[in-house]
């Protein structure tokens, strides 16, 4: 599938890049003019060393923007492990508190009324700002890809139908074949998207009859303990060339592609050739 012009890997970074920029660069753009006749601030003794302090201020805010983002939020947060997480969050403010004050008294301590409290209050503010804006990007992030996923399911579903359709109207058999089905029963309710399995039932019937001798199909299921096994076999013949309808169904590769839209990382599918047996593997986490 094709991605828009917005999603592209470098566009992102490109718009992060330009954010952090113009998000740093606030202080700087709307700093007060001083009048001539009234006294300024303290210059820093050494404005280098203050530039250079203040970029490890802006790194360490970034890097706890994403951390929260990328990590705290996804392993902690959703996971309900609420302690670890605000834990995670004092312990990553007080790393920069007491990081950049060390910074600031040894290296730009041009401000004699420069004090410990002050600098408390300033880093909560900044860093409850960032937290704010982590929280917010990673939610909103969240919702943007969850709606995608949601639209790509329910075009698969769509799909799917309309080939199911079309095979019904297009069989692929009308010949004996011997069917072995071993369905276990379940060890309790579980739910499961529709028409998942049947493309890899009907793949058995379109590749193991036909010109197949004594073709048989066996079918085994079983659910328990959250785990989905199905299998299916079903003999071939390497040396067929027997032509298939296009219609026949939406094909293995689909079926791939819809079991990871629909159940990511928690599913397992082999295929295997074996003996003049064709075999299909499915393992499925229905937690």
């Keep these: 599938m094709k991605k828009e012009w917005y999603a592209k890997k470098w566009i992102t970074v490109l718009i992060h890049a330009l954010a952090w920029i113009l998000l740093f660069s606030l202080p700087y753009l709307l700093r007060p003019s001083?009048?001539?006749?009234?006294?300024?601030?303290?210059?820093?003794?050494?404005?280098?060393?203050?530039?250079?302090?203040?970029?490890?201020?802006d790194a360490l805010l970034i890097t706890f923007f994403y951390l929260n983002a990328g990590m705290l939020i996804p392993r902690l947060f959703y996971k309900k492990k609420y302690t670890l997480y605000?834990?995670?969050?004092?312990?990553?403010?007080?790393?920069?508190?007491?990081?950049?004050?060390?910074?600031?008294i040894n290296f730009t301590d041009f401000d004699h009324n420069f004090s410990f409290n002050k600098h408390l209050f300033f880093s909560t503010f900044i860093f409850l700002f960032i937290l704010s804006g982590s929280i917010a990007y990673k939610t909103i992030r969240d919702k943007i890809i969850a709606d995608q996923l949601a639209k790509d399911k329910e075009?698969?579903?769509?799909?799917?139908?309309?080939?199911?359709?079309?095979?019904?109207v297009s069989p692929h058999f009308g010949k004996k074949v011997i069917i072995n089905v071993n369905m276990f029963p379940a060890d309790k309710m579980y739910h499961i998207e529709p028409m998942l399995l049947i493309p890899?039932?009907?793949?058995?019937?379109?590749?193991?009859?036909?010109?197949i001798e004594n073709a048989q199909i066996d079918i085994d299921m079983k659910a328990e303990k959250n785990i989905l096994n199905f299998s299916v076999t079903n003999k071939y013949d390497a040396d067929s060339n027997e032509i298939k309808d296009?219609?026949?169904?939406?094909?293995?590769?689909?079926?791939?592609?819809?079991?990871?839209?629909?159940?990511?990382?928690?599913?397992?599918?082999?295929?295997?050739?074996?003996?003049n047996l064709f075999t299909v593997s499915l393992k499925i986490n229905l937690a």
């Design 200 to 211: 890899f039932v009907e793949n058995a019937f379109k590749h193991g009859t036909g010109l």
């Design 246 to 275: 296009k219609a026949s169904g939406i094909g293995l590769v689909n079926v791939q592609r819809r079991l990871q839209l629909l159940y990511p990382s928690q599913h397992e599918l082999n295929i295997t050739k074996d003996n």
């Design 155 to 168: 075009n698969e579903y769509l799909k799917t139908e309309l080939a199911l359709l079309r095979s019904q």
């Design 86 to 104: 605000s834990f995670s969050l004092i312990f990553s403010f007080s790393f920069y508190v007491v990081i950049m004050y060390i910074l600031r």
């Design 34 to 57: 001083y009048n001539p006749n009234e006294v300024k601030p303290p210059e820093p003794q050494n404005p280098y060393l203050l530039f250079i302090v203040t970029r490890i201020s």
